[in-house]
């Protein structure tokens, strides 16, 4: 994700379940980075950044707990 103006963004995963762990990082120099995650429903995750990521420079992995 990223596109250099937006500071938030939705993700859809279609797991079903809150019980997710979210990681986030840079796709060029993959390093983690931190974001505030909530868990609006249990397909979807919004990411808030304090300042907006580059191009397509944030990678998102979601997986399910349990």
Do not use: C
């Not at 397909?43 to 707990?65: E, Q």
């Amino acid at each position: 994700i990223g596109d250099r103006s937006a500071t938030s963004y939705t993700i859809d995963h279609n797991l079903a379940s809150r019980d997710v762990i979210v990681q986030l990082y840079d796709a060029s120099s993959y390093d983690t980075v931190y974001a505030d995650v909530v868990r609006t429903t249990t397909n979807r995750v919004t990411i808030d950044f304090a300042s907006a990521p580059t191009t397509n420079d944030i990678r998102v992995l979601i997986s399910k707990i349990g």
